[in-house]
C-alpha cells in the first residue's frame, strides 16, 4: 500500500492537468511537500491554490518551465537544485506534437520534451537527490514503447510520418534512459522506475487532427481511464514502503513487467545517454 508522504519533497512536472494534477493532488493528501510544475506559471499558481483547498496541505509551491526551451530547463533545474531537500522526482510532463514541430533548439518537439527534457532535469537534479538518499526518481513511460525502434540516425524523426511514430519513439526513449540511470546509481541509494498509467483521457491528444480527437473522445467516454486512475501507478512508486530500494523496474498497475526487447538493450541505452549528453550540452 501507498505510505505516508511527510516531510517528503516532490517534485512533479506536468502537473497542471491530467495525469500530473492527480499526481499532485495525492501526494499532497499523503502529506508530501509537493513543487507543481508546469509551462505557464499563473496555471501552476491557480492549481496549487485549488489543491490546497481540496486536501488542506498548504506545503505546495508553483514552478515554471517550457520543456520545449532547454535553458528553461536549466534554469529550473538550478531552482529546484537550491532546495534544502529534496526526496522524489516525477518526470510526467509529455506532449504528442505535431509532424514537424520544433523546439527552441530546433530538435523535434516531442523528443525535446519527452526525452531531452527529462533526461536534462534528471542530471540537474542528481546531486540533491543522492544527497538526500534514499530518493526516487519516477519516469512516467508507455506501452507504446513496443511499436518502437530508435533509428540513432533519425533521433529527430525527421522520416517518421504521422503523431504516433514519434511519440512511441520518445517513451521507449524514456525507458533506455531508465535503464542507464538505475545502473549508474546503483548503491546511491537513489532508486530509478518507470512505468505505464493506462491509456488515460487527457490533454495529451490535443494536438492531433480534429477527426481523431473526437473520435477519442467519443470512445474515451467508455474506455479511457481517469487521471486519478492513471496516477495511481505513480503515486505507489513514489510512496510505497515495499520499494525502498528497489530499482531498475518497468510497473503497470503497480506490478513489474518486462518492457519490449528494444527498451532492454544496454547497447542503445547507452548510445542514447551519451547522444543525449551532447544533445542537452552537458558533454561540454
Known sequence: MSGSMNGRVCVVTGATHGIGLATARALAARGARVLVHGRDLARAEAVVVRLRRETGNTELTAVQADFARLADVRRLGAELAALPRLDVLINNAATMAARGALSAEH?????????????????????????????????????????????????????????????????????????????????????????????????????????????LGTIGRLVLLSPRQGADT???????????????????????????????????AERLWQESLQLTGLAA
Open 234 to 268: 505513480s503515486v505507489y512508486l513514489a510512496s510505497a514502503p515495499e520499494l525502498a530500494g528497489a530499482s531498475g523496474g518497468y510497473y503497470r498497475r503497480r506490478r513489474p513487467l518486462s518492457p519490449s526487447a528494444a527498451a532492454q538493450s544496454d547497447a542503445d
Open 107 to 215: 530538435y523535434d518537439l516531442t523528443f525535446a520534451v519527452n526525452h531531452l527534457a527529462p533526461f536534462l532535469l534528471t542530471q540537474l537534479l542528481l546531486a540533491k537527490l543522492t544527497a538526500c538518499a534514499p530518493a526516487r526518481v519516477i519516469i512516467v513511460a508507455s506501452e507504446a514503447h513496443r511499436r518502437a525502434r530508435l533509428d540513432f540516425d533519425d533521433l529527430m524523426n525527421d522520416r517518421v510520418t504521422g503523431h504516433w511514430s514519434a511519440y512511441n519513439r520518445s517513451k521507449l526513449a524514456n525507458l533506455l534512459f531508465a535503464r542507464a540511470l538505475a545502473r549508474r546509481l546503483s548503491g546511491s541509494g537513489v532508486t530509478v522506475n518507470a512505468l505505464h498509467p493506462g491509456v488515460v483521457s487527457t490533454q495529451l491528444f490535443r494536438d492531433l487532427p480534429l477527426p481523431v480527437r473526437v473520435a
